[in-house]
């Protein structure tokens, strides 16, 4: 389960991006968290994977509590979670196995592994036929296709999907929705940052609405409602 408890994130001692935020999210839910540009979600993001400390309150993730976590723990609790960007974040000069294979090399991983896993996921994701491309040879969706399987490839509880069709055209973005709520389907708990009203509409899912730094809405089947 994550967990944020009255979290607040104060930079600089004067901006607050976030004011006394209180949710929770069950093993195995969809949950899409909407608002504005600036109303939070990033920085909701970033205290989720310890990349940010909150000013006050507590963040927890399953037996984890992010917000004490210290920095020499964080690869290992990272492998718990993956995140999937809008700009995809491909090395460039490796294809699209070796990109999925990044993540498993990093974390030292022997080479077994990366030789079952890697596939598999690639084959999951429908890219069993383009795993020696190059990014530049990859369309914006299965650029982002890739990107998810190297979320995908520790077999984390949750993947995190911030703005993950920012920078696709609708073709594409219905099929990365499509694929996120399969991974979802097969027992990931799944956590979508968008400002894509469509997008959430269509889902028929949990929404919880951020307005500048405050949690105004959380509906179990809702709709994004513009604040």
């Known amino acids: 389960m994550i967990a ?6 104060i930079y600089n001692g004067h901006s607050t991006a976030l004011e ?3 949710f929770q999210v069950n093993p195995g839910e969809f949950v899409s968290l909407v608002g504005r540009s600036g109303a939070g ?3 909701v993001i970033r205290l989720l994977i310890g990349e940010e400390k909150p000013t006050k309150g507590r963040v927890f993730f399953g037996q984890y509590e992010v917000s004490k976590l210290q920095d020499k723990d ?5 492998r718990h979670v993956g995140v999937v960007f809008q700009d995809f974040r491909l090395l460039v000069a490796k294809s699209a196995y070796e990109n999925v294979a990044f993540a498993l090399e990093v974390a030292g991983r022997p080479q077994r592994d990366i030789d079952e896993l890697v596939p598999q ?4 994701v429908g890219l069993s036929d383009k795993m020696k491309n190059l990014p530049h040879e990859l369309s914006g969706g299965e650029k982002q296709r890739v990107a998810i399987a190297r979320a995908m490839v520790h077999r984390p509880e949750v993947i995190i999907a911030d703005e993950p069709t920012g920078n696709l055209d ?3 973005t219905t099929e990365i929705i499509n694929l996120l709520v399969k991974i979802n389907e097969l027992g990931t708990t799944l956590i979508l940052a968008t400002h894509n009203k469509e997008i959430v509409n269509s889902l028929g899912k949990r929404v919880v609405t951020l307005d500048h730094g405050r949690v105004i809405r959380d509906e ?5 409602i513009l604040v």
Do not use: C, I, W
């Open 4 to 9: 944020f408890q009255n979290v607040s994130k």
């Open 20 to 22: 006394e935020v209180t």
């Open 41 to 43: 979600k990033s920085t």
């Open 74 to 78: 964080l690869p290992a609790f990272r």
């Open 121 to 124: 996921v690639l084959d999951m």
């Open 170 to 172: 609708p073709l594409h």
């Open 220 to 224: 179990e089947r809702g709709k994004y």
